[in-house]
């Protein structure tokens, strides 16, 4: 009894001991007035997040004021890691409202609606100035048209760096906004994608493409030194600068981009080939 | 939304420092006895926090970790303030307790007492004190913000206690 007495004495004598509700809060104004200063040095940017069941599947999303900044596909890859990334250059603030506009564009882009997508891009979360370079080169490949890895690389300045653009799509941190499902093998393959080749493949044939069971695409060949268009298997490609070609869905989109149609193929006379 | 469940995130940092910020002064002010030493260190706690944030995974961690940055920086004062006072005052005497010794406004004497018992405490049996009996910790708590199991955090409060108990 007289244990527990004496441990309720010291308890109070204790508290007493501490500082006082008027001490503590004038410390703190104090403290508040110099700390503003120094956090304005080095404030991370503040970013809304939320996840979203989406017409491409589970989505995570983060927008900042300069623009998106996260586009994650949940069900490939690693969430926790993305969350990790996103932390270390921003300040992530849980508030799905925020970025709900941003599914709805996704899902009138994919029921064929081609200005659906109205957002502005920031690619802070990208590694390094070349995937940088990459990404923003790959921005002006305009929606119904595709390039391949290779042009791209060429196009970035590196021509033998085909692999490394691979990467710089692989590691994309705002799919579907910034285009890399627009990137496609030399052989108009589809080839692979970060959310799986299925996504692309919708992707791709919201924008218009024909792509068959074999993951071919087919379109029409612009070749942007000479200004003409071609179809895929018309032998004046042969001489063509691979590096140069831009793949379209249709041959209006061509002619809109300011191409001729070739005088061998006539890429606008109906779907068959004259024999050459 | 479930998948807004399925992710977490601690709490914007600006919401960490309003929830925390007072139980962290209180608990520098007893751990430093010098007022302009606890403003001191109080905003540097925080300033590291803010750099580190990014490292910690989730909100429950929050209070401990900031305890532990807390403690960690009253500990490397302490060395300073040692290593100075040395050069100083070569004679050897820290003169730690007398500035814990120092206010006048003496209401009670055993208020004095008391704090001149818990300045002497070893450092760890002093930081788990103050956690336990201020700041509200659990023993978990506590642990995980001086780095050691949980039974040690217990032991140490209660071989402070024993030593305020005694020495009344």
Known sequence: MK???????????????GPSDAIVDGLLRKAHA?????FAIMRRPEVAVGAFASALGPLMIAEGSRGLVLVHYMDCGDTDRQLEKLRQKFDPIKDPRAVEPVVREIKRLLEGNTGALTR????????????????????????????????LAAATGAPNAQRAVGTAMA???????????????????VGNYGGGPGRKIKLLRAEGFEIDRGQRLHGVLGDRSTKYYCRPECRSLQRAN?????????????????MRPCDLCRPDSGRESPAN | MGLNES?????????????????????LVRMTSDRDDALDLFQETWLRAYRAYPQLKSADGLKPWLYRIATNLCRNRARDNLRRSRVLTPAGDTGDADTVAAPAHAGWDGVIHIKRIVAKLPEKQRSALVMRK????????????????NESARASVFKAMKKLETAK
């Open chain 2, 134 to 149: 201020f700041g509200g910790l659990d023993y978990g708590e506590i642990g995980a913000a001086l780095g050691c199991s």
């Open chain 1, 3 to 17: 244990v527990v007495n004496s441990m309720r004495q010291l308890d109070r004598a204790l508290t007493d001991t």
């Open chain 1, 34 to 38: 110099q700390l503003e200063r120094k």
């Open chain 2, 7 to 27: 992710f977490r995130l601690p709490p914007p940092f600006a919401e960490a420092v309003q929830i925390h910020e007072r139980a962290i002064m209180r608990y």
């Open chain 1, 242 to 258: 691979r590096n140069k070609l831009l793949m379209f869905a249709d041959p209006a989109l061509a002619r809109r981009a300011g």
């Open chain 1, 171 to 189: 590691t994309n941190p705002i799919p579907v906004y910034v285009p890399c499902h627009r990137v496609v093998r030399s052989d108009c393959m």
């Open chain 1, 120 to 151: 502005k891009v920031d690619l802070s979360l990208v590694d390094s100035d070349f995937r940088r370079d990459a990404l923003q080169r790959l921005c002006e490949v305009p929606l119904g048209s595709v390039v391949t890895y290779q042009a």
